[in-house]
């Protein structure tokens, strides 16, 4: 999608590309490099929980402002369209919600506060 969008960002007004594979190889990188790393973020609450830095029940008061968090970052980390800002957002989402239900498991396993 996204050399498609490059392809025919602006074909009609007679603008010549100056980028190559080369270009959209590093853009691909990036958006990987990106994507990855947002990705690793459901590790990181995960292991505040164990470490009993924060609990699930905490965290989950701040739920409608962890998904817009959540989409934002999607939408800065991907190209200008929806396709790939929902592709990056819902799997975010539902490692976020995942990471919640674990961590409330391990809570209640340990006699701590539970959703």
Wanted: glycine share 8%; charged share 10%; with cysteine.
């Amino acid at each position: 999608m996204v050399l498609r969008f490059f392809l025919r960002f602006a074909a009609g007004d007679g603008i010549q590309q100056l980028w190559g594979f080369r270009e959209y190889l590093t853009l691909l990188y990036a958006l990987m490099l990106a994507a990855g790393l947002l990705l690793q973020t459901p590790l990181l609450l995960l292991f505040s929980f164990v470490l009993g830095i924060t609990t699930p029940k905490k965290v989950a008061r701040f739920r409608p402002h962890i998904i817009f968090l959540i989409f934002l970052a999607a939408a800065i980390c991907t190209p200008p369209d929806i396709i790939s800002q929902v592709a990056l957002g819902v799997p975010l989402y539902l490692l976020f919600e995942l990471t919640l239900f674990i961590g409330g498991f391990l809570s209640r396993k340990d006699g701590n506060a539970t959703l």
